[in-house]
């Protein structure tokens, strides 16, 4: 099972840009599709986008298209979710997951990803 930590969050302006980081463990990183979640306080855990093994494919819920981009770098075992033209409903901790089936990318649900990270903050004020 991979090991995954996220970084880069923190607290930003509405409008502004934030690039989160998961640096996953072992030498099988490649193995994974990738995954960000989400989670505002009292609500679920939302799929925010997702990239297959390669990075050749993205997927991502209509409400983040065009504003989030993921992608990830096989050589440096690391998953990137760049957020621009932030809003205060973007507040939440997100999460990074991974799974070696691509189920998830699909379905976008949270219990299709066995591996998960501790999350990070990002917080948008208006």
Same mark, same amino acid.
């Given at each position: =099972? !991979?090991?995954?930590? $996220?970084?880069? *969050?923190?607290? !930003?302006?509405?409008?502004?840009?934030?690039?989160?980081?998961?640096?996953?463990?072992?030498?099988?990183?490649?193995?994974? !599709?990738?995954? %960000?979640? &989400?989670?505002?306080?009292?609500? $679920?855990? @939302?799929? !925010?986008?997702?990239? +297959? %093994?390669? *990075? *050749?494919?993205? #997927?991502?819920?209509?409400?983040?298209?065009?504003?989030?981009?993921?992608? &990830? /770098?096989?050589?440096?075992?690391?998953?990137?979710?760049?957020?621009? +033209?932030?809003?205060? $409903?973007?507040?939440?901790? #997100?999460?990074?997951?991974? /799974?070696?089936? @691509? /189920?998830?990318?699909?379905?976008? &649900?949270?219990? @299709?990803?066995?591996? %998960?990270? =501790?999350?990070?903050?990002?917080?948008?004020?208006?």
């Amino acid at each position: =099972q !991979v090991q995954l930590a $996220e970084s880069g *969050g923190g607290l !930003v302006q509405a409008g502004g840009s934030l690039r989160l980081s998961c640096a996953a463990s072992g030498r099988t990183f490649s193995s994974y !599709v990738m995954g %960000w979640f &989400r989670q505002a306080p009292g609500k $679920e855990r @939302d799929f !925010v986008a997702g990239i +297959s %093994w390669g *990075g *050749g494919h993205t #997927y991502y819920v209509d409400s983040q298209k065009g504003r989030f981009t993921i992608s &990830r /770098d096989n050589a440096k075992n690391t998953v990137y979710l760049q957020m621009t +033209s932030l809003k205060p $409903e973007d507040t939440a901790v #997100y999460y990074c997951a991974a /799974d070696r089936n @691509d /189920d998830g990318l699909r379905s976008h &649900r949270a219990r @299709d990803f066995r591996s %998960w990270g =501790q999350g990070t903050q990002v917080t948008v004020s208006s």
